[in-house]
Each structure stands twice: as structure tokens, then as C-alpha cells.
């Protein structure tokens, strides 16, 4: 009698096992299916991110090089006028005086221009063309810096949702972004502070800092 229940309990274990066993399995299955679906999300998004933040620096080379071909100053080619076009896309000019930079008889933009190449004094019509060229390009790279802060929301939104989630994105060591300008490298959570750095008017900027904002000048 007992040999008999000694053999009638060895299937038994014999089940549990292989039923244990079989969750075992199962429930690694799905952990790395779950973590390799995470994984490539992240470096499907961190990939696109990577690739976004030098095209938006591309906006800006190529920008100054359509300049002096569609507003015909190629004479006036240097790196001050550089800096000025580049500043005036950014929108650094718009709103410092409440001149915004396509109204064009007056104004920060057109000070500066004047000032760095007084022979441009009077030129209206030459005035107008740059003044066109910069609102369309202005917006161009507006539209840019748009979809980088769309795709960071996007990214962001995917790394903290979810406790679990949360826990492996970190335990991973995710963000690995890569952002550089110029010689410079920054990696990980320094370069997502980077591509969150959106270029905004002076104007904009203190009005953020001190809760205050001058009057909006209508243009002459």
C-alpha cells in the first residue's frame, strides 16, 4: 500500500514541475518580449531625436546661404551679416523695440543692418526683399523647433508613463541622446535638456522672468 502511494505521487510532482516550470518560461518569455518592445521604441524615438536636432541647425547653415543668392548681397558676405540674418531668423530682434522684423522702416533688425552696412540706408526696396526673405525663413525654422519639442513631449511622455515602464527605462540607462553643435558632444539626460533648449526672442524671455511685458508698438 505504500509503495503504491509512492508511485501515485511521483506524477504528481512530476505536473507541478513541469507546470511551474512552464509558467517559469512563459513569464520570461513575456518579460523579454516587453523589454525588447520598450527597448526598440526608445531607440526608434532616441534615433529620430538624434537626427531632428542637426537638421534644425541645418535650417539655420542653409538659411544663410539661400540669403545672399535670393536677396543678391552676396558683397556684403561676412560673418557680422552672418550673425545678423541668423539672429533675425532665431527672432532675437522681433519684439525688443516692438518693431517686428517684417515691418521694415524701423526696428531693432533694421538698426542693426543699417549700423553694420550704412550704405543700406534708403534702400527700401532692398530692405523689403531681406525683410521678406527673413519672416519666411523665420517661420520655416519656427515649424522646426515645433516638431523637436513635439517628438521631446513625445519621447518624455513614453519614458515616464507607467511605474513599470519608468523603473526599466531607467534601470537601462535610457535617455543615450547625442546632441553636438559644433565641436561640442553632450550625451544622455544633458543632451535632452539641449534639444528641450528652444531659441526664443529677447523680448520673450524677460517677459517670462519678470511676469511683465511692453506694450505692443504697431508698426508705422
Known sequence: MKNRNERGTVPVLLIIAVVVLGSLFAVGVSLYSYANEVRNELVRQETALNAQYPDNQNELANYEVSFYEQTGLANLKSEKMDKIISDAVKGRYEGVDGQPVEHGQGGAFFSAMVE??????????????IASFVSAGREAYKAKQSKLLDMVRAYENYRQIGWVRHLFVDWIGYPS????????????????????????????????????????????
Open 116 to 129: 553694420a552696412y550704412p550704405d543700406l540706408r534708403g534702400q527700401l526696396d532692398v530692405y523689403d526683399k
Open 177 to 220: 541622446l547625442r546632441a553636438q553643435i559644433g565641436t561640442q558632444v553632450v550625451r544622455g539626460p544633458e543632451a535632452l535638456a539641449q534639444m528641450e533648449l528652444i531659441v526664443t526672442t529677447e523680448a520673450t524671455s524677460q517677459a517670462y522672468q519678470t511676469g511683465q511685458m511692453k506694450p505692443l508698438v504697431a508698426p508705422k
